[in-house]
């Protein structure tokens, strides 16, 4: 039997005797790509940051591709097969986008970002470097520095560089926010084109129309519980995803 990419099992999260998760459970099969939307303050944050094993659940557990890692650090899920490409892009400014994305691949080898700022030079982490430049359109500015380029080429970057770690399971935070409807455009586009056989990928995300357009998956969530699950269009009709995230009526 196939293992799930990625299994939440009854996940509850407290801060300060306050419910952040509420028993959250849902699955992800490989080649998948899913959309995970909610009102501000929905919890998303804080499922995003139990996956990453930022944040530790009060119960359940995290199954990734059939390992538990609950306990798992977050260095070790890197290790494990999970990236994230963060909403606030920080690449290192004083070098390029080649050496960017090859600082990253050598960091997951070496379970040290200082270590592989060492050995970034090596010809295998650059040569990955430069064909996951190409897959996200960055080809012909791999020898830019980050200054020289506007703010939709870099969340192009945070893709390459969260690729660069080679993941089974990519969380996207927020990868349209700031930009414009043509670059929000074609960043989805890019971001419908990653799952394959052996990566799927999550994305959290506000721009609702984007979302719709390029997940066939949807998870709705809202107040830390969840709200629907499945089928994009299916989980649009529902009248409490419309009532709680949509503002309408049934």
């Known amino acids: 039997m196939i293992a799930k990419r990625l299994q939440i099992k009854n996940v509850s999260v407290k801060f300060g005797g306050l419910?952040?998760?509420?028993?959250?459970?849902?699955?992800?099969?490989?080649?998948?790509?899913?959309?995970?939307?909610?009102?501000?303050?929905?919890?998303?944050?804080?499922?995003?940051?139990?996956?990453?094993?930022?944040?530790?659940p009060l119960s359940g557990t995290v199954l990734l591709n059939g390992r538990n890692i609950t306990n798992l650090k977050s260095v070790h899920?890197?290790?494990?097969?999970?990236?994230?490409?963060?909403?606030?892009v920080k690449p290192l400014k004083q070098m390029s986008?080649?050496?960017?994305?090859?600082?990253?691949?050598?960091?997951?080898?070496?379970?040290?970002?200082?270590?592989?700022?060492?050995v970034q030079k090596r010809h295998d982490e650059r040569e990955l470097a430069r064909k996951l430049l190409i897959q996200v359109g960055l080809g012909d500015h791999s020898e830019k520095l980050p200054s020289e380029l506007p703010l939709g080429y870099l969340k192009r970057l945070e893709v390459a560089r969260a690729l660069a770690l080679k993941p089974s399971l990519l969380l996207l935070d927020e990868p349209?926010?700031?930009?414009?409807?043509?670059?929000?455009?074609?960043?989805?586009?890019?971001?419908?084109?990653?799952?394959?056989?052996g990566l799927s990928v999550i994305l959290i995300e506000h721009n609702l129309p984007q979302v719709q357009r390029?997940?066939?998956?949807?998870?709705?969530?809202?107040?830390?519980?969840?709200?629907?699950?499945?089928?994009?269009?299916?989980?649009?009709?529902?009248?409490?995803?419309?009532?709680?995230?949509?503002?309408?009526?049934?």
Do not use: W
């Open 176 to 197: 349209l926010a700031g930009l414009s409807k043509p670059e929000a455009e074609q960043m989805a586009d890019l971001i419908s084109n990653l799952p394959r056989v």
């Open 214 to 250: 390029i997940c066939p998956t949807l998870y709705v969530q809202s107040n830390g519980r969840q709200l629907a699950f499945g089928v994009t269009n299916d989980v649009m009709a529902d009248p409490a995803v419309r009532q709680a995230y949509l503002g309408v009526g049934a």
């Open 19 to 56: 419910s952040a998760l509420d028993d959250i459970s849902f699955e992800l099969d490989d080649n998948q790509l899913l959309g995970f939307i909610g009102p501000n303050g929905a919890g998303k944050t804080t499922l995003m940051r139990v996956i990453m094993g930022m944040v530790n």
């Open 97 to 118: 986008l080649l050496d960017n994305v090859a600082l990253a691949s050598g960091g997951k080898k070496l379970l040290s970002p200082m270590r592989a700022l060492v």
């Open 77 to 88: 899920r890197i290790h494990a097969g999970v990236a994230l490409g963060q909403q606030i």
